[in-house]
């Protein structure tokens, strides 16, 4: 090949490497361009809350809410499992998730930097969870859980979880169980199951297919008196972090704004805001950053199981 062609060549490959380049931009655009705004917004949560209905109302109040808001449709997406809230997330068949801690972390992991966090409400800052039991076992308040684990022993109490991937249902007290009394709820009870959501688990208990439990506080706190009696408190857990409503970066920095402003713009003045406060049983939403869930993502890579 003489001089010629070869530099004939190789500035034809440049120029193909740059139009391709060119492409790409211009078809696919980046995150932060307006040709990525959909022009319907999908949204979706953990299902935390064993009624779809009601979860399907309320955050549909939440997405109607943030519809008006920002002027783009947006419509919420039941999911049966919190495995399906992450992946309909990373996969894009979702833009905005309420997920737990570990769901949240979850989906860090698979997706990096294109994960971020709108807002979380005022009580994620400072979550905790509650332990139950039935009054059938005669326990009373505990101090902590090395002290639950010894009046378990001799016993043939069975336990259990809410869903294996729920923060305050699951990981959280698991890790304070595991923390305090130095062994696995697996060692120290007849049974451990997975119940699947909060109320599962206190229904449960409150009939005594479980003689311990363990839930978010503000699943309890919502019950109705007849059955906190049948399900009583006997431990609450150190704070920790937890929800947050998170979205893909893809959405683009203006719409991530504007979607962000109005959550923490949520009050009782809106009827949908009201009610999805009232649902979430918070006051507000605050502003958080997805660093703050950095924890969990750690947490996870150390190896703790949380199961499938």
Known sequence: MNTFSAVRRKYLLAFTALTLSLSSTLFLGSPATAQNTPSKLIITAIPDDGDADRMRENFGALATYLGEAVGIPVEYMHVENYAASVTALATGRAHIAWLGAVT??????????????LGSRDIDKGFVSYFITNPSTGLDTVSDLAELA?????QSWTFTFGSKSSTSGHLMPRKYFMDQSGTTPEKVFRTVAYSGSHDVVMQMVANGTHDIGALNYASWDKAPEDLQSQAPVIYKTPPYTN???TARTDLGPELLDQLSTALLAVDTSNENGAQILQYLKAE???DANISEWQGYVDLLQSGIDIGG
């Open 243 to 245: 929800y947050a409503l």
């Open 284 to 286: 507000k939403f605050v």
């Open 104 to 117: 949240t972390a979850q989906a860090r992991m698979q997706m990096g930097e294109a994960i971020t966090v």
């Open 150 to 154: 010894k009046n378990a022993e001799e």
